[in-house]
């Protein structure tokens, strides 16, 4: 056997040999790193602001993801402007020879980018990256001045408006990019410069291409080498191609390459196989790494069908899904990736298996997750209500869905391009007749380019519109232009029937059996201090909210035709423009702002989970209860449990409530609560295994026969006009809902309730005060001899405010003539004279008037509102004996 011997030097050589090539293929290649921190910020436009000798030590230090609209969640007309940034990055010398790109990830809505006071360029558009070359505006081994304004102002970019706040800045992260001269094309409408088709995909086979351009930044011709290496899901080599090219200097060179996979492992939600593509440019002479791009992949193939819906893989598939904005309380949509890639875990572990990314597209780690987890996606850009009639819209729409669907045109969970949502709705409200009619075809007109540009860009996934529940999209042809129709869908909240939903469904269906549809948006408002044992439509409480989704959940399931459908939201997100229980937010989400889940989460998860046990008591949002009692029996009340199991045992206090059968995954027992803790025990089996979840929930019983005792320690505070419990965060006291008056015990006699939307000023309990009894008789308490106070509220609600054009209800507004002055009379004296609360405190303005009176042997205190003018009201009524 022969050996080999060498010497120290000799290795010493070797060594230092192969650290200077891998030190030179490290040098080389593409770098990338974040420049989120160090940045200054002046909420204001200045004309200096991007020059070199303009101070900015008095701006504010801020930190990308960035924002200035915490304003947004307590200011409906929040700050729409111009915001400045600027930063210093120092580049040594290792930066010399390179090409240097900056990327912003997202700023809302348009930013203008500076270079050492060197404007590079302009990006139109809040919701896609955008990368420009710096290269020529940068300075070696000194500090480079970035200056980028920003404005969330300008009206010619989509949305112009939107049931959704705006947020201004620079709210995703900032990059710095370095590559050698030859590099994949980075100024590719924010794109990384290579693109992945799938086509002709089965179980036997799957066709693929992989297509870019390179760039060659230099003056004279290179040649270089291109290698395509594929990855299966378990890492392992299964393809690699390569080829020579030879680039011509300062010029760009288009590659494209085909190929096949025996027998893919094929992309699902349930097995979401994901096979890693790496392209590289090499120098072909020296075989030094120039650029290298990785991307993932996966194999599937589906189909859109009018009459039997969606297919994934060659199976009837049904979409079950959500619809996810992207702000959180309180910093707005500046929010992290893991954030980000925190909600796309909750909505998997939901059972959900398809999201509509809306309006607009989102950060890159959403995507990213919904590759990796396993959810098919509709991605949009923020065409909303209206097209206006200005000239750049369009271009500006055109670009937009280029990013768009280049910058995430190899995410195998895509499914759908969007464009448009509800383009009719605002455009029915503002124009009547003849200019009805030039809107409408304004909007036809857009949404048949868009399509072009959809198809050019895109050959093989489908576009979607959402329409808003009329047929006029029908009617003027909008069904004819895009693949999937989606349909957002309300009845039962901003009109009266649950089972209107249905009959659109079906009637639609009926006469346009060939589109492919989808429910596209469905929802409910709740709020966690409203609840109800008789919820209405429009009361935001928990509890109707929960029984909207029980019916729609079902028919979704039932109606094959239907492709699948995405709930209206995920979150309670941000809408300045909303007046409802929560001003400035729209509280549809299946979680609150904060991603605590409601217990309509676990709803969805009961009847779209098969692999794992659902049990849950659905009293998480009201585990402070209240009720009224008479003394020494319990307060009979409902309680669910949401459940994928087939029955289920309920237990109080150790005692079994008996046994229930799940029908729509819920059951539901008519408990018997006892004042103070009632623990809950629910009990079942699944898959053989015994099943169990408790919940504690705490009663508050409130007498309905006051006597000295049980007055000691009570405020009996009553929400006028309502049907509902509401506890106010701030106080924690529980206002009962409105009750008739019978003798012996206390409540109204006469009048009729009143309710509206609109906020409240100067108030944290807006609900409480969106509701009064309206010219009522009196209010009666009877209670025995002592000193009392009574506290009422008043808030004239009834002159109408601007209505919200997302509100689609059918209901009417009253106009006031004359003034609503009346005088309060308890127990037969004038307490307060020719009341006026809109002259005092303004409409939706507050009133609050406390009395002490004196019970002698009358044993009761009577409040009585005698009208002089207009109507006679109140909002709240609260008495507690002193």
């Avoid at 048949?448 to 003027?476: C, I, Q």
């Avoid at 509890?543 to 309670?572: C, M, P, R």
């Avoid at 049907?723 to 008739?740: A, H, I, N």
Wanted: hydrophobic share 35%; with cysteine.
């Amino acid at each position: 056997m022969k050996k080999t011997y060498t010497t120290p030097l000799f290795r010493l050589l070797i060594v230092s040999i192969h650290l200077f090539l891998l030190s030179l293929a490290a040098n080389a290649q593409r770098d990338i790193k974040t420049i989120n921190d160090g940045w200054r910020f002046l909420k204001k436009d200045i004309t200096e602001a991007a020059q070199l000798s303009t101070d900015d030590k008095l701006w504010e230090r801020v930190t990308i993801p960035h924002t200035w609209n915490s304003d947004a969640y307590t200011d409906k007309k929040y700050y729409r402007g111009v915001g400045w940034y600027r930063k210093n990055i120092y580049l040594g010398e290792d930066y010399k020879d390179k090409q240097l790109f900056i990327r912003f990830d997202a700023a809302n809505t348009v930013a203008s980018v500076y270079v050492n006071g060197n404007f590079i360029g302009e990006h139109k558009g809040g919701y896609t990256s955008f990368t420009f070359d710096i290269t020529p505006y940068c300075f070696i081994g000194k500090e480079n001045q970035i200056s980028v304004k920003v404005d969330n102002s300008l009206t010619d970019v989509p949305p112009v408006s939107g049931d959704f706040t705006f947020f201004g800045g620079i709210y995703r992260d900032a990059w710095l990019i370095t590559t050698p001269k030859q590099h994949f094309d980075l100024s590719d409408f924010g794109s990384n410069g290579v693109f992945i088709d799938t086509k002709d995909v089965s179980a036997i086979a799957a066709f693929y291409t992989v297509r870019g351009a390179i760039r060659n930044d230099e003056s004279q011709v290179k040649k270089i080498q291109v290698i395509h290496t594929i990855k299966d899901p378990q890492g392992n080599v299964v393809k690699t191609d390569k080829s020579t090219v030879s680039l011509q200097p300062n010029a760009k060179n288009e590659f494209s390459y085909e190929g096949k996979i025996e027998k893919p492992q094929l992309w699902s939600p349930e097995n979401p196989n994901l096979y890693a593509i790496e392209t590289v440019i090499l120098d072909a002479k020296s075989k030094e790494t120039l650029d290298k791009v990785s991307n993932n992949t996966g194999f599937r193939w589906y189909k859109f069908d009018g009459k039997e819906g969606f297919f994934l893989n060659g199976k009837p598939y049904k979409l079950n899904g959500i619809c996810r904005h992207q702000d959180q309380k309180p910093i707005g949509n500046a929010l992290t990736d893991e954030m980000h890639r925190r909600d796309i875990q909750m909505i998997k572990e939901m059972g959900i298996n398809f999201i509509r990314i809306s309006h607009y597209p989102q950060d890159d780690a959403i995507l990213e997750q919904c590759d990796k987890l396993g959810l098919l996606a509709w991605e949009e850009i923020p065409i909303i209500d209206i097209v206006p009639e200005d000239a750049n819209y369009t271009e500006n729409c055109e670009n937009m869905l280029r990013e768009m669907i280049r910058q995430h045109y190899n995410h195998p969970s895509i499914i759908m391009w969007g464009y448009m949502n509800e383009i009719l709705l605002v455009t029915q409200r503002k124009f009547q007749g003849e200019a009805l009619k030039v809107a409408t075809d304004r909007a036809l007109i857009l949404a048949n380019r868009l399509e072009k540009v959809l198809k050019s860009e895109d050959r093989y996934r489908p576009s979607v519109m959402a329409f808003h529940g009329s047929d006029s999209y029908n009617k003027a042809g909008f069904n004819s232009i895009v693949d999937v129709v989606g349909w957002n869908l309300y009845q039962g909240w901003y009109s009266d029937d649950f089972t209107g939903f249905e009959r659109f469904l079906r009637e639609q269906q009926k006469q346009h059996p060939d589109n492919p549809k989808i429910v596209s948006e469905y929802g409910a408002g709740s709020d966690k201090r409203i609840h109800s044992l008789t919820p209405k439509r429009f009361d935001f409480s928990m509890e109707y909210q929960q029984e909207y989704i029980e019916h729609y959940l079902s028919v979704i399931e039932k109606e094959a035709y239907v492709s699948g459908a995405t709930y209206w939201n995920f979150i309670d997100f941000g809408s300045a423009l909303r007046d409802e229980s929560m001003p400035r937010i729209n509280n549809k989400g299946l979680v609150y702002s904060d991603r605590t889940p409601k217990d309509v989460y676990f709803l969805f998860k009961a009847f779209y989970r098969k692999d794992i046990p659902v049990l849950h008591i659905a009293s998480q949002d009201w585990q402070k209860r209240t009720g009224v009692s008479k003394a020494g029996e319990s307060c009979i009340q409902p309680l669910k449990v949401y459940s994928n199991l087939s029955e289920i045992e309920l237990f109080q206090n150790g005692k079994s409530l008996g046994m229930k059968k799940c029908g729509n995954h819920t059951a539901s027992w008519e408990v018997p609560f006892i004042a103070g803790e009632n623990f809950f025990t629910a009990k079942g089996v699944f898959d053989g295994k015994p099943i169990e979840t408790a919940l504690s929930v705490s009663f508050n019983s409130i007498p309905e026969i006051l006597d000295n005792e049980n007055l000691e320690s009570l405020e009996l505070a009553i929400n006028a006009g309502s049907t509902s419990f509401y506890t106010s965060s701030e106080s924690g006291l529980t206002w009962l809902p409105d009750r008739e008056y019978t003798t012996g015990s206390w409540g109204y006699i006469g009048g009729k309730p009143y309710q509206t939307q609109g906020e409240i000023i100067g108030s944290a309990d807006n609900p409480l005060y969106q509701s009064l009894r309206e010219s009522p008789d009196r209010y009666r308490f009877d209670v025995p001899e002592g000193r009392y106070e009574v506290e009422l509220s008043f808030s004239d609600i009834f002159t109408p405010k601007e209505k919200v054009v997302y509100d689609l209800s059918e209901g009417t507004q009253i106009t006031i003539e004359n003034e609503n002055i009346f005088d309060i009379v308890i127990n037969g004296k004038v307490v307060e004279s020719k009341m006026n609360p809109s002259k005092n405190s303004g409409f939706y303005g507050l009133e609050k008037k406390r009395f002490i009176i004196e019970v002698g042997d009358q044993n009761c205190i009577e409040i009585k509102f005698i009208s002089f003018s207009g109507k006679s009201f109140v909002n709240t009524l609260k008495v507690r004996k002193l």
